[in-house]
């Protein structure tokens, strides 16, 4: 049984930084390429931050470059999306995701095998 269960969303006011948190179970991280997405309301599903198998390659998201970082802890079989200067825009529904994908990591949500339930943020003053 695979599981990836998102944490740390909540409410933040712009400006501040969350920290998300996936864990699994079933998988080895280590053996996968790692994205978030979100969704906002409204909106289609979009990548936020993906990082390759290799944990050489990394993807951000036009609108989170300088504010986001992606980063995994094997011993743990965690990744984590830290996100600061939490804007509006950034509320949304984050998810986890896996595939075990070689090389880079895919952007599009239909290359990934494995999906968290989500973790709400929502940014607002």
């Known amino acids: 049984q695979v599981q990836l269960v998102e944490s740390g969303g909540g409410l933040a006011q712009p400006g501040e930084s969350l920290r998300l948190s996936c864990a699994a179970s079933?998988?080895?991280?280590?053996?996968?390429?790692i994205g978030w997405f979100r969704r906002a309301p409204g909106k289609e599903r979009e990548i936020v931050t993906c990082?390759?198998?290799?944990?050489?390659?990394?993807y951000y998201t036009d609108s989170v470059k300088g504010r986001a970082t992606i980063s995994r802890d094997n011993a743990k079989n965690m990744v984590y999306l830290q996100v600061n200067t939490l804007r509006p825009e950034d509320t949304a529904v984050y998810y986890c995701a896996a595939t075990p994908v070689v090389g880079w990591c895919p952007v599009l949500d239909y290359e990934y095998d494995y999906w968290g339930q989500g973790t709400q943020v929502t940014v607002s003053s």
């Open positions: 079933g998988i080895t991280l280590d053996h996968y390429a």
């Open positions: 990082i390759s198998k290799s944990h050489d390659r990394t």
